[in-house]
């Protein structure tokens, strides 16, 4: 199993209540596409943080990871709810089965 982890930047207008509004749509939307096994996104507790919004995904595999980039919904969902509202983005994926070699995910 493929665990992702994307840390986010926010436009300076984004506020609290945009942050919400972000969270909700992040897990209505995504849990829509049969790739994603798991959804999970909040806010950083410090709010003085540079990355103060995360998006967390579950994938059976690397393979149904890359799908997922190809994915109608996927693609609405980055150009109308990210990309407006962050400036950058730094995303880490890690193997979740111990002793599972990387290139078999």
Known sequence: MVHTVTL???QPEVGPAKLE???FSTRMTLLKIPEILSVKCGKNIDTKSEWPFFIALDFESLEKKAMVHDEAIYM???????KPNTVAALSLDYEMEPGKSVKYS
């Open 21 to 23: 509004q972000l969270m």
């Open 76 to 82: 609405k969902f980055v150009a109308d709810v990210i």
């Open 8 to 10: 986010y930047k926010l």
